[in-house]
Nanobody, 121 residues
């Protein structure tokens, strides 16, 4: 069984910073991409940042220059450093990982349970 567990959400004032963490555990063979999505009330889930297995990264336009994604492959972990937070960044943030569980297994997507980030004064 595979689990992705997030931590680090909370309440922060506009202009503040937070760092989210996510670690994948369980029966894992290879982790391909890892990333972060978010879903605000009444809106669809959207990509925030993605870290590909080759080392490249992709960011939503709305967070470029403010958010930084990083990864620790040895720990199957991904992090999201969020600076200059705005009220519109308020959402539930979900960790996503594409991985397989044994050699030649097909890759599947796994999700964390989500962590709330609220930006308000």
């Amino acid at each position: 069984q595979v689990q992705l567990v997030e931590s680090g959400g909370g309440l922060v004032q506009p202009g503040g910073s937070l760092e989210l963490s996510c670690a994948a555990s369980g029966s894992i063979f290879t982790v391909s991409t890892m990333g972060w999505y978010r879903q605000a009330p009444g809106k669809q889930r959207e990509l925030v940042a993605m870290y590909f297995s080759g080392g490249s990264k992709n960011y939503a336009d709305s967070v470029k220059g403010r958010f930084t994604i990083s990864r620790d492959n040895a720990k199957n972990a991904v992090f999201l450093r969020m600076n200059s937070l705005k009220p519109e960044d308020t959402a539930v943030y979900y960790c996503n990982g594409e991985l397989n569980r044994y050699w030649k297994d097909a890759y599947s997507n796994y999700w964390g349970q989500g962590t709330q980030v609220t930006v308000a004064s």
